[in-house]
């Protein structure tokens, strides 16, 4: 069965610093991958998604992913946090062979103003 | 305007009582999700199903029980078998059509035991 690990459970940042969440998976074939973030009381949104293509994904609010085939990684960056990304950050994953996503465990994340 | 509507928003079960969670979607999706968030552990997969009449268990589905008869509607019974039901539950969907099968999600229900 495929797993998510997230290290990184509680993150606590000044504005303006440089964010990476960490996210690996286990799985050998081909898979989708996809970021969902959470802010306080909304939905659950989608931030960015890869499914083929250049391994560097782009998503909304300036944040970026890049899917690191060797390392099974798709790490969540942005160069310069907003109080406003304040949010719990899930990282998932599909496999091709269903359409069933696999969660990690979540990172929230604290930016202080 | 177009969606997925969970119902209630907060819910409280008594010892021993069945209660039923509702989802309805309005964005024409085939498949429809139900997933249990708990602090740390993500989102865990209860039940989903990809097509009307048509359902199949996830991870954690012992303690629950859904019905799909209709397209729009996805309706979650937790049971009194589910012996902690404490948790934030949330409703998704997905389009079978594009290949993508890319989830959105309902606002949420929270339930806690009396």
């Given at each position: 069965?495929?797993s998510?690990?997230?290290?990184n459970?509680?993150?606590?940042?000044?504005?303006?610093a440089?964010?990476?969440?960490?996210?690996?998976?286990?799985?050998g074939?081909?898979?989708?991958?996809f970021?969902?973030?959470?802010?306080?009381?909304?939905?659950?949104q989608?931030?960015?998604?890869?499914f083929?293509?250049?391994p560097?994904?782009?998503?909304?609010?300036?944040?970026?992913?890049?899917?690191?085939?060797s390392?099974?990684?798709?790490?969540?960056?942005?160069?310069?946090?907003?109080?406003?990304?304040?949010?719990?950050y899930?990282?998932?994953?599909?496999?091709?062979?269903?359409?069933?996503?696999?969660?990690?465990?979540?990172t929230?994340l604290?930016?202080?103003? | 305007?177009g969606?997925?509507?969970q119902?209630?928003?907060y819910?409280?079960?008594?010892?021993?009582?069945?209660?039923?969670?509702?989802?309805?979607?309005?964005?024409?999706?085939?498949a429809m999700?139900?997933?249990r968030?708990?602090?740390g552990?993500?989102l865990?997969?209860i039940?989903?199903?990809?097509?009307?009449?048509?359902?199949?268990k996830?991870?954690?589905?012992?303690?629950?029980?859904?019905?799909?008869?209709?397209?729009e509607s996805f309706?979650?019974?937790?049971?009194?078998a589910?012996?902690?039901p404490?948790a934030?539950y949330?409703?998704?969907?997905?389009?079978?059509r594009?290949?993508?099968?890319?989830?959105?999600?309902?606002?949420?229900?929270r339930?806690?035991?009396?």
């Amino acid at each position: 069965a495929q797993s998510v690990s997230q290290h990184n459970h509680h993150v606590i940042l000044s504005e303006a610093a440089s964010l990476e969440l960490g996210c690996n998976y286990s799985y050998g074939g081909t898979v989708n991958l996809f970021w969902y973030v959470q802010y306080p009381g909304q939905h659950l949104q989608l931030l960015l998604k890869y499914f083929s293509g250049d391994p560097l994904v782009k998503g909304i609010k300036g944040f970026e992913a890049e899917f690191i085939k060797s390392k099974f990684s798709f790490n969540l960056r942005k160069p310069s946090v907003q109080w406003s990304d304040t949010a719990e950050y899930f990282c998932a994953v599909k496999n091709n062979a269903g359409n069933m996503l696999t969660f990690g465990g979540g990172t929230r994340l604290m930016v202080k103003p | 305007d177009g969606g997925i509507t969970q119902s209630p928003k907060y819910l409280f079960r008594k010892e021993g009582q069945n209660v039923t969670l509702s989802c309805e979607q309005n964005l024409n999706h085939d498949a429809m999700y139900w997933y249990r968030q708990d602090p740390g552990q993500g989102l865990r997969l209860i039940y989903y199903s990809q097509i009307v009449n048509d359902f199949q268990k996830g991870d954690i589905a012992e303690g629950y029980s859904v019905s799909r008869e209709k397209k729009e509607s996805f309706p979650l019974t937790v049971t009194s078998a589910q012996k902690n039901p404490t948790a934030f539950y949330l409703c998704a969907s997905s389009s079978q059509r594009t290949g993508k099968n890319i989830q959105y999600f309902g606002a949420g229900t929270r339930l806690s035991v009396l």
